[in-house]
């Protein structure tokens, strides 16, 4: 059984830094890719960033220079570093895996596991 268990969110002012974890049992798809999605009150779950069996990751034009993708496959725990937070990176934030080697990381779609989401609120 597949679990995925998001940690690290909370409340920040802007300007200020976080770092989300998600720990990942139960997922043997090395090859897979996994990712993080955000989804702010009224609107649709958005990609973050996503990174590939091969250590390569894309991220969104909205967060690019700001958060980072990363993971250490020897602890099975995948990272989102958010720095320079702004009050519009509010949201509930999720981790997901996929079983495809080259994901979409806008497309929710393109995922199969999901993490129940951990809250971030950055104030102004």
């Known amino acids: 059984q597949v679990q995925l268990v998001e940690s690290g969110g909370g409340s920040v002012q802007a300007g200020g830094s976080l770092r989300l974890s998600c720990a990942v049992s139960?997922?043997?798809?090395?090859?897979?890719?996994m990712g993080w999605f955000r989804q702010a009150p009224g609107k649709d779950r958005e990609g973050v960033a996503a990174?590939?069996?091969?250590?390569?990751?894309n991220h969104a034009g909205s967060v690019k220079g700001r958060f980072t993708i990363s993971q250490d496959n020897a602890k099975n725990t995948l990272y989102l570093q958010m720095n320079s937070l702004k009050p519009e990176d509010t949201a509930m934030y999720y981790c997901?895996?996929?079983?495809?080697?080259?994901?979409?990381?806008?497309?929710?779609?393109?995922?199969?596991?999901w993490g129940q989401g951990t809250q971030v609120t950055v104030s102004s």
């Open positions: 997901a895996a996929s079983k495809k080697a080259y994901c979409r990381f806008s497309a929710p779609a393109d995922f199969v596991y």
């Open positions: 139960g997922y043997s798809d090395s090859r897979g890719c």
């Open positions: 990174i590939y069996y091969d250590g390569s990751t």
